[in-house]
T-cell receptor, first 117, second 111 residues
Framework: EAQVTQNPRYLITVTGKKLTVTCSQN?????MSWYRQDPGLGLRQIYY???????DKGDVPEGYKVSRKEKRNFPLILESPSPNQTSLYFC????????????????FGEGSRLTVL | GEDVEQSLFLSVREGDSSVINCTYTDSSSTYLYWYKQEPGAGLQLLTYIFSNMDMKQDQRLTVLLNKKDKHLSLRIADTQTGDSAIYFC???????????FGTGTRLKVLA
């Protein structure tokens, strides 16, 4: 089954304790991205990756890191989480990310709800 | 700015039509999308429209695009309780890998 898998789905942590949210897709998509969803703010893009070893900042990258060492995986790293990073996080992938000739449809994971105390 | 705006809530009776509106800011966007988010789940693409189109119909869904006013709407005919969800409009900025999502409209369908 074609899917985007995120782990963990739920996490409660404390300020400053490094954590990683994993994302894996089995559709051989070139493009992957991370979003956070907050009430009244919709989805905001954190980072995206156009292909292996190619990443770029979205609109709210502060406090986050990413890496793309393999095509299927795109982990989101919070080196020193703070309470303002409490949010619902979504990973998404797309065949080519919306460049010319592609509809740019995004396929989303089920989300990871993170609470930072 | 790069805001995509939507009203936050919409309530309709089962069987009525729902119209969800969105205004976007980037006239160069190539594709505009409507995504549906059911409780506890990720977003799923409902439909999309290419920027050179004015209208697209897909079964109960009708998308209207007014490029002059930068206005996008989604009409759901014969709304059912299963349509209760959050609906997001989104734009893909032409030639980039950036997607801008709206704030989402929570649709509640009353039986």
């Amino acid at each position: 089954e074609a899917q985007v898998t995120q782990n963990p789905r739920y996490l409660i942590t404390v300020t400053g304790k490094k954590l990683t949210v994993t994302c894996s897709q089995n559709m051989n998509h070139e493009y992957m991205s991370w979003y956070r969803q907050d009430p009244g703010l919709g989805l905001r893009q954190i980072y995206y990756s156009m292909n292996v070893e190619v990443t770029d900042k979205g609109d709210v990258p502060e406090g986050y890191k990413v890496s793309r060492k393999e095509k299927r995986n795109f982990p989101l790293i919070l080196e020193s989480p703070s309470p303002n990073q409490t949010s619902l996080y979504f990973c998404a992938s797309s065949p080519t990310g919306g460049v010319e000739g592609s509809t740019g449809e995004l396929f989303f994971g089920e989300g990871s709800r993170l609470t930072v105390l | 700015g790069e805001d995509v705006e939507q009203s936050l809530f919409l309530s309709v009776r089962e069987g009525d039509s729902s119209v969800i509106n969105c205004t976007y800011t980037d006239s160069s966007s190539t594709y505009l999308y409507w995504y549906k988010q059911e409780p506890g789940a990720g977003l799923q693409l409902l439909t999309y429209i290419f920027s050179n189109m004015d209208m697209k119909q897909d079964q109960r869904l009708t998308v209207l695009l007014n490029k002059k006013d930068k206005h996008l709407s989604l009409r759901i005919a014969d709304t059912q309780t299963g349509d209760s969800a959050i609906y997001f409009c989104a734009e893909n900025k032409k030639g980039t890998y950036k997607y801008i999502f709206g704030t989402g409209t929570r649709l509640k369908v009353l039986a």
